[in-house]
């Protein structure tokens, strides 16, 4: 089992940043792919990006390339998500996940069904 504690949200005005953190507690967890989606009002759940467990790889989706950064410390059991340049069209529930189907895989799901264990999210607004 995974524990998943997302934090670091908040309002922010469009163009500015902010950074997420994702504390991961439980068995293996350093040894899982981890990834951020979110969501928004009305909307279903989104892949942001995600990042292998070593943590050699990483994907984005399209609409936040060049702007948001997924990094992880396994020695701290955290994972970020540095998100700069920030819209409107931003504002959402952020989710961590873990992908618990394999340990130490190079394969980065971007379906919420690829995920294993979430967070409760943080919600982050971005003001016009």
């Known amino acids: 089992q995974v524990q998943l504690v997302e934090s670091g949200g908040g309002l922010v005005q469009a163009g500015g940043s902010l950074r997420l953190s994702c504390a991961a507690s439980?068995?293996?967890?350093?040894?899982?792919?981890m990834g951020w989606f979110r969501q928004a009002p009305g909307r279903e759940r989104e892949f942001v990006t995600g990042i292998s467990w070593n943590p050699s790889r990483t994907n984005y989706a399209d609409s936040v390339k060049g702007r948001f950064t997924i990094s992880r410390d396994n020695a701290k059991n955290t994972v970020y998500l540095q998100m700069n340049s920030l819209k409107p069209e931003d504002t959402a529930v952020y989710y961590c996940?873990?992908?618990?189907?394999?340990?130490?895989?190079?394969?980065?799901?971007?379906?919420?069904?690829?995920?294993?264990?979430w967070g409760q999210g943080t919600q982050v607004t971005v003001s016009s």
């Open positions: 996940a873990a992908d618990g189907s394999e340990m130490y895989s190079l394969r980065i799901p971007t379906t919420v069904s690829g995920y294993d264990y």
């Open positions: 439980g068995r293996t967890r350093r040894s899982y792919t």
